[in-house]
């Protein structure tokens, strides 16, 4: 193993750089991880332009998957290992914690936000934020976070099995919500969407009906149809106007990150006759464990959801390839980078 590795290091809002950097050395509790893919998503933009909080200089990166490499004495039995990450490092101790929310911990932190993250050859992180991945590929591995986002909002949504879905937005965590929904046993997924393409994938993953757009939802869907809204757009507008899209007794759940401050009206005579539910949805909560086994049970083709993979010395293409029309997941192979320099 080198000395140093290639990472990509965010130095401060708008500006990174990919470098070389000293491996890091595992501490009391930790284990080296050398990453073989790594997932790139809009929050690595929002923390790139300073619209979610992180500390810089950082390493970013949220998804990843990789094999253990070092370990301190006590964990040496861990080297070999190959383990998917959870990026949430709670305190255990405050109200949130005790109540069983540690994704929403007062003194939370993050792999790739207060942490360096998965954009490198190498990270150490706690041996408790690891989770044995079996058979899957790395690539399919490093999409555990992702898909442990998806479980939070299932579990909080609570929902009868069959129930009726509509997904707002045919992009990666659309895909990523259609399948996890079968874990509900939800079967019947409509898709809305402005981009045909986009439609025409989501069948692929899911979908039992898409709806293509052409100026709002509801003018192309009946009112009171759904069970369940999913809005992966994060477009305020997109949110007012499902609303009416929900059957008596219906659950949106604003999933996509409207910008902060965004505002919805809402006739709380509606909410209280047709006891409409609007349920929060943040992060990962613990969700790793079932999202593996909802990767390595799918009949999904989840190969397919990625689609373009970079090297690290790629970091500028690669974070310009996030959300691009023709893409769904875009991944990290730092393995690339492993040559000497």
């Known amino acids: 193993m080198t000395e140093t590795m290639t990472a990509v ?23 080296l991880v050398r990453v073989e893919a790594a997932g790139l998503c809009h929050t690595d933009l929002d923390i790139l332009a300073g619209r979610y909080a992180a500390e810089f200089p950082r390493i970013p990166g949220h998804e990843f998957a990789g094999t253990v490499v070092d370990a301190e004495p006590e964990l040496i039995g861990h080297i070999g290992t190959r383990v998917a990450i959870d990026p949430l490092i709670s305190c255990h101790q405050c109200r949130s914690c005790l109540r069983g ?11 790739g936000a207060e942490r360096d993250g998965g954009f490198a050859e190498y990270v150490v992180v706690r041996s408790a934020n690891t989770h044995h991945i079996g058979r899957l590929s790395m690539p399919v591995a490093a999409l555990a976070e992702p898909f442990a986002c998806a479980v939070n909002a299932f579990e909080r949504a609570r ?22 929904a079968r874990g509900w046993d939800i079967h019947d997924v409509t898709f809305a969407d402005r981009i ?17 757009v052409k100026d709002t939802v509801s003018e192309e869907l009946p009112p009171a149809a759904f069970d369940l809204v999913i809005d992966a757009t994060g477009r305020p507008s ?18 996509g990150v409207c910008p902060p401050g965004s505002q919805l009206t809402l006739d709380p005579f509606e909410v209280y006759r ?48 996030i959300g691009g029309p023709n893409s769904i997941k875009v991944q990290f192979d730092p393995t690339f980078d492993s040559a000497p320099q």
């Open 101 to 111: 929310h540690p994704n929403l911990c007062t003194q939370g932190q993050a792999y």
């Open 274 to 321: 047709r006891q409409l539910r609007i349920i929060g949805s943040f992060s990962l909560n613990r969700g790793i464990p079932e999202a593996l086994q909802i990767l390595q049970r799918t009949r999904f083709p989840i190969e397919e959801m990625i689609t373009t993979r970079f090297t690290l010395r790629d970091g500028a293409e690669a974070l310009t390839a």
């Open 9 to 31: 290091v965010y130095t401060g809002i708008d500006t990174f750089e990919v470098t070389r950097l000293p491996i890091p050395t595992p501490g009391p509790g930790e284990l």
């Open 159 to 180: 929902l009868a099995p069959g129930a009726t879905t509509l997904i707002i937005g045919a992009g990666p965590m659309g895909m990523i919500l259609s399948i996890a």
């Open 196 to 212: 045909p393409e986009r439609l025409e994938r989501a069948r692929s993953f899911g979908a039992t009906d898409t709806v293509l």
């Open 238 to 255: 997109v949110l007012q106007d499902a609303v009416q899209l929900l059957a008596d007794g219906g659950t949106l759940i604003p999933f």
